[in-house]
């Protein structure tokens, strides 16, 4: 199928195009690497007016440490973000994540900031985002803000974002100590989408106990979200293999379960359990 129909701008800043978004609000989309939004209006399930392309405003591609915090420009590619340095040290389950999605071809060209304002129930980012309690850096008419991960991811293809609103970074706050993370998941094997996905982030103290855990699960729910009474019962405990087992047992407890044509409601709550335990192995194993 054809998209129908739209005029195409391209702002030199993204002052510029958030004056675009706010013109045409109801009626526009922002365009960056195209590969969540192009097929949708392909298929017409997207049907903007104006497509307002922000892949080639300056200052928005990057990857740094700033005080405490990795900081990622919100059209930092998925290839970049898997093969950096510095997230693969300090933040392995975000590079996980990001070698996870697609193919070579939608790494190269797909962001991050499309992603995760995007907000596919099936995406790999949002759990890595979730566990690292990671902060989304929005630019509107009034200036910019700051939203929490916890609160960002809303519903399927919903996020906290104003209509007039566009990602310009993502924070990620930096763990000392002994910590690790992983990113896992079971992929449709068509699409490459999570039937479920796992990031699971730990630290240790000196006596070898959880000091903090953060477990992100997507692909289950209508969006993303923490394995909060899993993450509870695991703190403060040693993790031995018992330990994580009968954790893990809650990680999808009170969860509404996608049901469809890939995995019925029942699988996933049990894949929730199942990942998040092996997210955690990986995670202390790092």
Known sequence: MIAQNFEYVVPSSLGEAVNLLEKHTEHAKILAGGHSLIPMMKLRLATPEFLID???????SYIKEDSGTIRIGALTTHYTIETSDLIRRRLPALSDAAGLIGDVQVRNKGTIGGSIAHADPAADYPASILA???????????????IPASKFFVDMLTTALDRNEIVREIQLPVKSGKTGSAYLKMAQKASGFAICGAAALIELDGSGALSNVAIGITGVANHAFRAAKTEAELKGKK???????????????????LDDIHASADYRLDLARVFARRGLEAAIGR
């Open 132 to 146: 690292a309690d990671a902060t989304i850096v929005a630019l509107g008419p009034k200036g910019e803000r700051q």
């Open 54 to 60: 922000i892949s080639r405003v300056p200052g928005l």
């Open 239 to 257: 993790p031995s293999a018992d330990v994580l087992k009968k954790a893990c047992e809650h990680a999808s407890d009170g969860v509404v379960a």
